[in-house]
């Protein structure tokens, strides 16, 4: 069975300051891996996909099949980041769904 | 179109009562997908249909939780005799075979058993 882990509950980063978020991944085929962002009293929405391999409002995130990672980067935290961020797994072996880590609250301060 | 939609948005019930959601997903979404949230947690995948047919259900959906998507448009999430363990947040999301695959969701519908 998939598995998705996101060992941080809380990261808290001052403004212009990086911030990276953690992702393990288990799945012994091949993943399709995703990043979702929940803004305050929003709904969950796609920040980014690994095929896609494009950076969304300056966040990047890199699969790496050795590490089983999908770890969320960005070089300069702005308040507007702040938010609740969710790494997911589609195992398209088994049928089209997300798996979802427990996700990240990302806290920039001022 | 505004995205996918449910309703109702809040449900506080007594224990033991049956409540309904419903999705309506993006038009022309031929997949829809029901999760479960709990606080502190990441979504759970509940079900999911593509058009009118269920193709899945996780371990999850006990025989008190039912879904339909009758016509391949709309889904409703049925949740018979209510316990205490159901309250939570249910979404619903959809997406399209034809263009890509992405998976939108909805706002959620919160659900308080009493």
Sequence with gaps: AQRVTQPEKLLSVFKGAPVELKCNYSYSGSPELFWYVQYSRQRLQLLLRHISRESIKGFTADLNKGETSFHLKKPFAQEEDSAMYYCALNARAAGNKLTFGGGTRVLVKP | ?114
């Design chain 2, 1 to 114: 179109d505004t995205g996918v939609s449910q309703n109702p948005r809040h449900k506080i019930t007594k224990r033991g009562q049956n409540v309904t959601f419903r999705c309506d997903p993006i038009s022309e979404h031929n997949r829809l997908y029901w999760y479960r949230q709990t606080l502190g947690q990441g979504p759970e995948f509940l079900t999911y249909f593509q058009n009118e047919a269920q193709l899945e259900k996780s371990r999850l959906l006990s025989d008190r939780f039912s879904a339909e998507r009758p016509k391949g448009s709309f889904s409703t999430l049925e949740i018979q005799r209510t316990e205490q363990g159901d309250s939570a947040m249910y979404l619903c999301a959809s997406s399209s075979t034809a263009s890509g695959n992405t998976i939108y969701f909805g706002e959620g519908s919160w659900l308080t058993v009493v």
